[in-house]
T-cell receptor, first 114, second 111 residues
Framework: GAVVSQHPSWVICKSGTSVKIECRSL??????MFWYRQFPKQSLMLMAT?????????EQGVEKDKFLINHASLTLSTLTVTSAHPEDSSFYIC??????????FGPGTRLTVL | KQEVTQIPAALSVPEGENLVLNCSFT??????LQWFRQDPGKGLTSLLL?????REQTSGRLNASLDKSSGRSTLYIAASQPGDSATYLC??????????FGRGTSLIVHP
């Protein structure tokens, strides 16, 4: 089956710093990438959608200048949380979709902002 | 706006019981409906996908049904095992292939 990796799996940072999360599709090309955020005991909430080489489309209420998404290649997308604050602490999951519109999910990144 | 509700929110059962997890969605114009498993602190594992034209899908001890007209799906787990303990999420996928997730049902199967 398709393999999706996320790095790091867990990160702790100080308030005000920036954190970059990488998502790689290891054996397929991701034409579209979704980024989700999940708070404890909550459902996954879509943050943004990006197509390779294009700017990301952000969901309502998600600050595009705070959550920078780069989808520069068909196998790599990054989410950078800029000037992180404790309320940004969450579980971030990437979800690449291949050319056959099959959607896969990464293992997630746990972000804790102190 | 699509809303997905899962009932119950939590469930604790002894090993061997047959279970039914419920999922309802407000907009019946879906492309497909998916059931996922999520272990604590982990990502999602796809369990079953039901296309909008299908009524049910089966995989091992799992059976998922879909009734689009009533906006409901159920996940049936037969002969539950402790290894089935996890959170089960359903997601209704609309035409743009973007899923809307429910909050999940947290399942504990005790020996």
């Amino acid at each position: 089956g398709a393999v999706v990796s996320q790095h790091p799996s867990w990160v702790i940072c100080k308030s005000g710093t920036s954190v970059k999360i990488e998502c790689r599709s290891l054996d397929f090309q991701a034409t579209t990438m979704f980024w989700y955020r999940q708070f404890p005991k909550q459902s996954l909430m879509l943050m943004a959608t990006s197509n390779e080489g294009s700017k990301a489309t952000y969901e309502q209420g998600v600050e595009k200048d705070k959550f920078l998404i780069n989808h520069a290649s068909l196998t790599l997308s990054t989410l950078t949380v800029t000037s992180a604050h404790p309320e940004d602490s969450s579980f971030y999951i990437c979800s690449p979709k291949d050319g056959a519109d099959t959607q896969y999910f990464g293992p997630g990144t746990r972000l804790t902002v102190l | 706006k699509q809303e997905v509700t899962q009932i119950p929110a939590a469930l604790s059962v002894p090993e061997g019981e047959n279970l039914v997890l419920n999922c309802s969605f407000t907009d019946s114009a879906i492309y497909n409906l998916q059931w996922f498993r999520q272990d604590p602190g982990k990502g999602l594992t796809s369990l079953l996908l039901i296309q909008s034209s299908q009524r049910e899908q089966t995989s091992g001890r799992l059976n998922a049904s879909l009734d689009k007209s009533s906006g409901r799906s159920t996940l049936y787990i037969a002969a539950s095992q402790p290894g089935d303990s996890a959170t089960y999420l359903c997601a209704a996928v609309r035409g743009s292939y973007i899923p809307t997730f429910g909050r999940g049902t947290s399942l504990i199967v005790h020996p």
